[in-house]
């Protein structure tokens, strides 16, 4: 499914350094990658489970550590880095740490006791699935995400401590826990976190969600096939992948003017909805996140809006195809316009603020992308998938004032063709190098 596909691209960007070989450096019994400027702790041997009980009893994670001469900060606990360390009973982390990544902790049976600094930001998938001797975690107020699978399966946890901050959780983050375990049915919350409606629906449900509520969790609602009404209060930004996936009795959706994204799937195969108000609020959409609805159905071929996003190109594209997004437009949806072949050029207004994950990948024959917008629009590393790699690559023209920031900027930076000939007032090219 191209949802896991998406996940894949953006895990592998992040961690792909790590998988090719595990280690740098061991400083102090701790394994190190060195990636730019920063390290990243990691595990001992070529694979993870090579090397089971590499670190035992209780360790703590220095802030940084010195390599060559070169002090590195440690920013990052990468993939399975401590993943079936049974004998690990303790961990201290340093505030330089920003991310705890996919399984770092996975299955340390014997871990008790986590210190999660306040510079953590995001708890990737899986960080601490089978942890089963944790009984309690407080999340700092800095962590704003908390991934699929997160304490997947800690059977020993019963206290959650989880943060007004958190606006995103994914899928199963607290299933086989005994926090979960103790929720009675009805809608479950995880912080101000919509995380699931548990047991039972009745026919012709109709939600109404709890005022101050922020964010809605990965397939929260997924296959409440009763649900026939959701009231979202304007508190909300963010709107999690499959979180009304095949929600089939839903027949219109107000999103309030607070939500900024909406996740891949969201509400695929609502059938029965016909009716979807997007406010210009929303500047990314996830993959798919309207497949199977009547909505979408209804949609006549051509470039499809979500709101102001643009969504899809639906329909076969005429060979040697030039698209010119409109004016105002605020972003453009994950693969948009993945695999259009015929894609020639593209006109992005200077509106444009974020653009998704693998929107143009192997869109292999767009020869001029023209991007209006004074500062660079922030992009995925999949954005340009396959267009980057040419022999012939695309040519980039940006505005003449904003050359430099676009050859500096993560992603656009990596286009071999930049030019600086794209009017942003305007529309025209002023022929600027």
Known sequence: MKHL????LLLLA??????????????????YY??????????????????????????????????????????????????????????????????????????????????????????????????????????PNSVTTIGYKAFNNCSGLTTINIPNSVTA??????????????????LVYAGLVAYEYKGTKPEGTTITLKEGTKGIADFA?????????????????YIGEGAFNNCSSLTTINIPNSVTYIGSYAFSGCSSLTTINIPNSVTAIGYDAFSGTSWYDN?????????LVAYEYKGTKPEGTTITLKEGTKGIADFAFSNCSNLAAINIPNSVTYIGEGAFSDCIHLNDLYCYATTPPKCCQSTFTNILSKTNS????????????????PVWKDYKNIVGDADATNGHRNQSR
Do not use: M
């Open 14 to 31: 992040l961690l792909l350094p790590t998988l090719t070989h595990a280690h740098d450096i061991e400083v102090d019994g701790i394994y």
């Open 34 to 139: 060195i990636i730019g400027t920063t390290a990243f702790v990691t595990y001992k041997g070529s694979s993870p489970s090579q090397y089971s009980n590499e670190y035992s009893g209780s360790v703590t994670i220095p802030a940084t550590v010195t390599y060559n001469n070169k002090t590195y900060p440690v920013t990052f606990i990468s993939y399975s880095a401590f993943r079936d360390c049974s004998n690990l009973t303790n961990i201290n982390i340093p505030n330089s740490v920003t991310s705890i990544g996919s399984y770092a902790f996975s299955s340390c049976s014997s871990l008790t006791n986590i210190n999660i600094p306040k510079s953590v930001t995001s708890i990737i998938g899986g960080a601490f699935a089978g942890c089963s001797n944790l009984t309690n975690i407080n999340i």
């Open 169 to 186: 959780i994914g899928y199963d983050a607290f299933s086989g826990t005994s926090w979960y375990d103790n929720q009675p049915d009805g």
């Open 394 to 409: 695309t040519t980039l023209h940006v505005p003449a004032a904003s050359l430099a920031a676009y050859r500096a900027a």
């Open 299 to 307: 949609q006549p071929d051509g470039l499809v809006y979500a709101g």
């Open 221 to 237: 609602f997924s296959n409440c096939s009763n649900l026939a009404a959701i009231n979202i209060p304007n508190s909300v930004t």
């Open 5 to 8: 596909i998406k996940a894949t």
